[in-house]
């Protein structure tokens, strides 16, 4: 593909490593995208469908590094394998819309629970929708109306066919929101204990983040720091850093108070699971960074000066 057609595409994909985050450039704009997942015992099977502000011939998204079994509907289609991600590029005659479908395992994590992680940070639609089906016979972890959250953010709908939970969010139930959680537990898996030992971690985290949440809203109306004393304050933390830990705490910068699932962190970063929890560990003790237990997940952010 030569430079100068590049530059007149629009672009989307902006580097999201696993979990197909993009952004738009150029002629056209993303007006609308819609994902489906169908998790089943070892991946999901995604479908996901995008509709731009206007007609393009080419088409680019990001995709999980692990991505299989790619394919888009009525346009000729490459899958371009790059470091950290697969790069989905396609093209045919003038359109406005495109659907493609993959597998992968990127948005899963499995521990004494199972968890569904998807970050959307980065897909700057006007209009989202995005539905999780559970596995056959999987359960929440927790009931809807129980004070522990098994979604979040709340969704739009939780509804069975008799066989699986299905869980829809649309743009109303994913505006504050850039990324999407799910606990459950698959059919025959249920541990009284572990249940109440997590209930009890879970509520004290739901609480530790409603109070940061209201702070972080009530220093919105107090004049922030200026451009020099952040620059000084990125210098400061990752001065003494390894390349990994400086990669980490500078992404854990760009999520401020929120922080990120650890899971996001993985994506974001490349580093492997393994890896990046023994870094994470390093920058722990250095007094950087903090974990917040959520169930058998954790969501890191750096700590307080």
């Given at each position: 593909?030569?430079?100068?057609?590049?530059?007149?595409?629009?672009?989307?994909?902006?580097?999201?490593?696993?979990?197909?985050?993009?952004?738009?450039?150029?002629?056209?704009?993303?007006?609308?995208?819609?994902?489906?997942?169908?998790?089943?015992?070892?991946?999901?099977?995604?479908?996901?469908?995008?509709?731009?502000?206007?007609?393009?011939?080419?088409?680019?998204?990001?995709?999980?590094?692990?991505?299989?079994?790619?394919?888009?509907?009525?346009?000729?289609?490459?899958?371009?394998?790059?470091?950290?991600?697969?790069?989905?590029?396609?093209?045919?005659?003038?359109?406005?819309?495109?659907?493609?479908?993959?597998?992968?395992?990127?948005?899963?994590?499995?521990?004494?629970?199972?968890?569904?992680?998807?970050?959307?940070?980065?897909?700057?639609?006007?209009?989202?929708?995005?539905?999780?089906?559970?596995?056959?016979?999987?359960?929440?972890?927790?009931?809807?109306?129980?004070?522990?959250?098994?979604?979040?953010?709340?969704?739009?709908?939780?509804?069975?066919?008799?066989?699986?939970?299905?869980?829809?969010?649309?743009?109303?139930?994913?505006?504050?929101?850039?990324?999407?959680?799910?606990?459950?537990?698959?059919?025959?898996?249920?541990?009284?204990?572990?249940?109440?030992a997590a209930a009890g971690i879970m509520l004290l985290a739901g609480a530790t983040i409603a109070f940061y949440r209201r702070r972080k809203a009530g220093a919105a109306a107090v004049p922030g720091v200026t451009a020099e004393k952040e620059k000084t304050t990125h210098s400061d933390l990752t001065r003494n850093l390894f390349e990994d830990e400086k990669k980490i705490v500078e992404l854990l910068l760009t999520a401020g108070e929120e922080g990120m699932w650890q899971k996001q962190l993985e994506i974001k970063s490349?580093?492997?699971?393994?890896?990046?929890?023994?870094?994470?560990?390093?920058?722990?003790?250095?007094?950087?960074?903090?974990?917040?237990?959520?169930?058998?997940?954790?969501?890191?952010?750096?700590?307080?000066?």
């Amino acid at each position: 593909m030569k430079a100068t057609h590049r530059l007149a595409l629009a672009t989307i994909a902006a580097a999201m490593l696993v979990l197909f985050l993009a952004q738009m450039a150029g002629a056209a704009g993303l007006a609308a995208y819609s994902a489906d997942y169908s998790i089943l015992n070892s991946g999901a099977s995604v479908k996901v469908t995008v509709t731009l502000d206007s007609k393009v011939s080419e088409f680019e998204w990001s995709l999980p590094e692990d991505a299989a079994d790619v394919a888009v509907e009525g346009l000729s289609f490459e899958v371009v394998d790059l470091k950290s991600f697969k790069r989905l590029q396609a093209g045919g005659q003038p359109f406005d819309t495109i659907v493609f479908s993959y597998s992968t395992s990127s948005v899963l994590e499995k521990t004494r629970n199972s968890f569904f992680i998807l970050d959307l940070a980065g897909i700057g639609a006007a209009r989202k929708s995005v539905t999780v089906r559970l596995p056959a016979e999987a359960t929440l972890k927790y009931s809807l109306d129980s004070p522990q959250a098994s979604v979040i953010p709340r969704a739009g709908s939780v509804r069975t066919d008799g066989k699986r939970i299905i869980i829809s969010w649309n743009e109303t139930s994913l505006v504050n929101g850039e990324a999407i959680l799910v606990i459950y537990e698959e059919a025959g898996k249920f541990n009284t204990a572990v249940a109440v030992a997590a209930a009890g971690i879970m509520l004290l985290a739901g609480a530790t983040i409603a109070f940061y949440r209201r702070r972080k809203a009530g220093a919105a109306a107090v004049p922030g720091v200026t451009a020099e004393k952040e620059k000084t304050t990125h210098s400061d933390l990752t001065r003494n850093l390894f390349e990994d830990e400086k990669k980490i705490v500078e992404l854990l910068l760009t999520a401020g108070e929120e922080g990120m699932w650890q899971k996001q962190l993985e994506i974001k970063s490349g580093i492997s699971k393994v890896k990046l929890s023994r870094k994470l560990r390093s920058i722990e003790q250095k007094g950087l960074v903090e974990k917040i237990p959520y169930g058998n997940a954790n969501k890191i952010r750096l700590k307080k000066a």
